[in-house]
């Protein structure tokens, strides 16, 4: 199938690209570089650059690349941010993507595949999360990928676009080639990785006042590559909806911290600091629709895995897509 991927360049749109080609599918990458990288991007891949906020500019490299489905990673995707600049979340994530799938539906693309998040749901009632749970997002980031998982259903019923959003819990981990590297760092894995590293001095771990067994917040960790399958089996004509993507088990900061020193083989030093705001204590998901229904089998269910994976990119790039 030939497909048009924004945010090819980032951390999952770079895994994403490098199995969509080698399941042998044909793959434009529209992206800006804001926050990806030009050698993230796979070397088979047709590269644009560009920012999806000029619709001029989106429609025209649709039109040229004729794409039979959009896959679209490009978004502003941090949640401490979105809490002093919603702004550019609501822009980004709603404006913006408005402008490419306005752009998809006029140049009759079929399929489009969106990176939604687990931060549309706020604090679930129940866990596992399945995926008709209310969704009462705390946090801009995840009221903007709300909003936008409303524009597809509403161009599905109007406009018959077929469409697959996937609320990704936390991905981790990386691919032989690919790995994860973002100009400013938040996320959690690699930043205790860093620590690992001699990169950093201290692991830092936000909020030790949660309900959860050790007061740390927990997640539900899934691997680039089980995540980038899951967008290859979403190809399949007829495949449709909300699908939750992660592997049903919670870690906490602490047991997190606790698996990058058994992989790395380092003791590392961390330091207790206040709650990040907006950050839900926990979630977790329940993934069986996406395995039921799009026959989705994890590889690499296990934190351990997803860490090694991680850990072994960072050893092999220690200044990431710098070198
Ligand atoms: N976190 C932390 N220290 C860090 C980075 C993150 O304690 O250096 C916590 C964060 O507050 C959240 C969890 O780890 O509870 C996962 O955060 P991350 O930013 O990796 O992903 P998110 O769940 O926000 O998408």
Redo the contacts with the bound molecule.
């Keep these: 199938m030939n497909v048009f991927v924004t945010g090819g360049a980032g951390y999952i749109g770079s895994v994403c690209v490098e199995e969509l080609i080698n399941a042998g599918h044909k793959v434009t990458v529209f992206d800006n570089l804001t926050e990806g990288h030009r050698s993230a991007v796979d070397k088979r891949a047709v590269f644009i650059e560009g920012d999806f906020a000029d619709k001029a500019k989106i429609s025209e490299a649709i039109k040229g690349a004729k794409p039979e489905a959009v896959i679209h990673f490009a978004a502003s995707a941090l949640?401490g941010e979105s809490m002093t600049n919603p702004g550019k979340y609501f822009k980004n994530n709603v404006c913006n993507g408005l402008n490419l799938i306005d752009a998809a539906h006029e140049n009759g693309v079929k399929k489009f595949v969106f990176s939604s998040t687990c931060?549309t749901f706020g604090p679930p009632d129940t866990v596992p999360m399945t995926e008709d749970l209310p969704q009462r997002p705390i946090n801009p980031y995840g009221e903007s990928k709300l909003m936008f998982e409303k524009i597809l259903k509403w161009y599905h019923e109007i406009h018959g676009l077929e469409f697959v959003a996937f609320r990704y819990f936390?991905a981790a981990g990386a691919s032989e080639n690919f790995g994860e590297h973002h100009r400013v760092e938040?996320?959690?894995?690699p930043?205790i990785l860093r620590v690992a590293l001699g990169q950093a001095k201290q692991?830092?771990?936000?909020?030790t006042d949660y309900p959860t067994p050790d007061g740390?917040?927990i997640?539900d960790y899934i691997h680039i590559r089980d995540l980038a399958q899951a967008h290859i089996l979403a190809m399949q004509p007829g495949k449709q909806g909300f699908f939750n993507l992660g592997n049903g088990d919670g870690y906490s900061?602490k047991q997190v911290i606790e698996t990058c020193e058994k992989v790395s083989g380092k003791k590392l030093t961390s330091v207790e600091k206040p709650r990040?705001a907006g950050?839900p204590p926990k979630?977790v998901a329940a993934a069986n629709k996406a395995k039921t229904e799009l026959g989705w089998k994890p590889q690499f269910p296990k934190l351990e895995q997803i860490v090694k994976t991680a850990w072994d990119w960072h050893v092999k790039h220690p200044t990431g897509y710098a070198d």
């Design positions: 949640v931060a936390n938040t996320h959690l894995i930043n692991c830092e771990i936000f909020g740390t917040a997640r900061v990040r950050d979630l």
